[in-house]
């Protein structure tokens, strides 16, 4: 009989997906969507992948061949940068992770003040550049640091290494956890919490023995997400890693410096496996396993907690966390102002001068390739969202799977598969414009995308279908009455993308050429001279272009997508 049933509603399901997959084909603006979203998807996410795996599998005459892997897998040096990648990711990701659950508890569970400054820092490194971080550790900890010589006469301090890593990395990610655990707390029905308290269980017992069981999906989720940015972080590496080698940075350097891409590639094999495994393992599995239940009975309003021994150390802590990330940036800030870091703190704007002269067309072409990518990304990402959101046809998992699949593949990989898939005939687009376009769009869009799911799904059929009956396509409906109510979705998407292209470092470090260079490889060339302060220049800079263009982005899109009243066949009132 349980036999019976699911295969009726297997057959139910596959002869619903085929009524739809018709009704599209009879609507030329979707099935043309979907098909020219197919090809793309093909053309600029598969393809280089499948073109990277290739090439570090095969010989020069085209035939399989492992004696480069074998080769890695056997030697002692690339086996130790594989562990030591893996262990730094986990570390990261540890750490990370508990600091983004104090801050997301204290946050949403714990009547403490400045909650909105807390949230403040708790994001602000999202949207900073990525050698920020590793300036400040410069600034204050080196051999001229203003801690280390300036205030206790260390002189001499190597801040370069593994620790300095983590501390970097930590500070870098730990938002990524903070935002994924708030989400999943908020989520926890107040009325679970009581029930333990009534039943006489203290507020320790009931955290663990309720909130934290409750919240642990999340808290993998949050640990596998910090750990694939931490296996595709590059930047920080390569500024203060010094002989802490990870895989990204030795692709890098037997690239460029050994002018061995068979070998490159392999070990850009090497490092897309954990990240894909880590990311299918979020999206496919603890996805599934939330333990959260949101029903449809009315939740009473969540009381705060504000018991003295809860409240005030973890204020303390996020205080004293908080603290510690305003030093960090004031001193990149006030670094990009003084003459000399380390021997003549006077103020002066000759950085700034130089900066501009050194790299105005590189941070021009950030800016204008960083726009065009966003827009681009943001339009494409709300287009696939509604394709696979509101439909259900043959291809969508292809299209599902392979739109976002780029956000788990680390930047040196897709650098390194761009430039073997589009360097030769019939596709040349190394050293143009359009190729960074390309890489960014499809690099930042998943945001997009799983931001215009998650809002899709929340709006009811009928407002469409209504639209449909009053003679509107199905172009018309998307553009006038879908679009709009998409406006925060595409807001997050467009700003998420534009802050990434700016920011990019690893994904384009093969892709960048002197007509098209960009503002971070400029940077990266500036830390290699040990110009510092130039470098702290091109960061402050950036970082106010950034909250400049979100507030241009902000209003603009308000504008233009402000929800409208009129429907189709309405006519102007007299």
């Not at 990204?248 to 410096?257: A, H, K, L, P, R």
């Not at 990330?325 to 700034?352: M, N, P």
């Not at 799904?457 to 009956?469: C, F, G, H, M, P």
């Amino acid at each position: 009989m349980a036999k019976t049933q699911g295969s009726g509603r297997s057959n139910a399901a596959r002869e619903k997906k085929i009524n739809e997959t018709k009704m599209i084909a009879r609507q030329p603006i979707l099935l043309v969507s979907i098909i020219v979203t197919m090809i793309l998807l093909l053309l600029f996410v598969v393809y280089p992948l499948v073109k990277v795996f290739l090439f570090g599998l095969t010989d020069e005459s085209g035939g399989v061949s492992l004696a480069n892997l074998i080769s890695i897998l056997t030697t002692p040096r690339y086996l130790g940068i594989f562990g030591r990648t893996l262990l730094l990711g986990v570390i990261v990701a540890v750490i990370s992770t508990f600091v983004g659950y104090i801050f997301a508890y204290t946050v949403t569970r714990v009547n403490v003040p400045l909650k909105g400054f807390f949230k403040i820092i708790a994001t602000l490194p999202i949207l900073s550049p990525p050698f920020i971080l590793s300036l400040s550790i410069i600034f204050l900890f080196g051999k001229q640091g203003l801690i280390t010589k300036s205030l206790l006469g260390i002189t001499g301090n190597d801040v370069y290494g593994m620790k300095s890593l983590i501390l970097v990395q930590v500070m870098s990610f730990f938002p990524i956890a903070y935002l994924t655990l708030s989400g999943i707390l908020q989520s926890i029905d107040a009325s679970v919490e009581d029930a333990a308290c009534n039943m006489g269980a203290n507020r320790w017992k009931t955290f663990w023995t309720v909130t934290f069981p409750l919240s642990l999906p999340g808290i993998i989720s949050a640990c596998l997400l910090v750990f694939i940015s931490s296996l595709e972080d590059f930047s920080n590496p390569a500024t203060i890693g010094g002989s802490f080698t990870t895989l990204s940075v030795e692709v890098y350097q037997i690239i460029t410096g050994s002018y061995d891409m068979r070998k490159g590639s392999v070990l850009a094999i090497l490092l897309l496996l954990p990240a894909l495994i880590a990311y299918l393992l979020n999206k496919y599995w603890v996805n599934k396993k939330s333990f959260v239940t949101v029903t449809g009975k009315p939740t009473q309003a969540r009381k705060l907690l504000d018991e003295k021994h809860i409240k005030y150390p973890l204020f303390a802590i996020c205080m004293l966390f908080s603290l510690v990330v305003i030093l960090f940036y004031g001193t990149v800030i006030f670094g990009s102002f003084v003459r000399t870091w380390g021997y003549d703190y006077s103020l002066t704007l000759d950085q700034y001068k130089r900066a501009l002269a050194y790299g105005m067309d590189s941070l021009k072409n950030s800016m204008v390739l960083g726009l065009i990518s966003a827009v681009a990304g943001g339009l494409f990402g709300m287009v696939i969202a509604y394709i696979t959101a509101k439909r259900n046809y043959y291809g969508k998992t292809f299209i599902e799977v392979s739109s976002v699949l780029m956000f788990a593949v680390p930047g040196t990989v897709l650098g390194i598969s761009y430039v073997l898939a589009f360097n030769t005939k019939p596709l040349v687009l190394t050293g143009t414009a359009l190729i960074l376009i390309i890489v960014f769009t499809f690099r930042n869009m998943p945001v997009a995308i799983e931001s215009g799911t998650t809002t899709l799904l929340q709006i009811d059929n009928s407002i469409e279908e209504a639209s449909t009956i009053l003679g509107a396509d199905t172009g018309y409906s998307f553009r006038r009455i879908t679009l709009p109510m998409l406006r925060n979705a595409f807001f997050s998407g467009l700003v998420y993308s534009f802050v990434k292209a700016i920011t990019a470092v690893s994904a384009v470090i093969f892709l960048v050429s002197p007509r098209w260079n960009l503002v971070t490889s400029k940077i990266y060339t500036l830390f290699d001279q040990a110009k510092y302060s130039m470098a702290a220049a091109f960061v402050t800079m950036m970082v106010v272009i950034l909250l400049v263009f979100i507030g241009i982005f902000n209003t603009v899109i308000n504008v233009l997508l402000a929800p409208r009243s009129k429907v189709p066949g309405e006519k102007k009132s007299k």
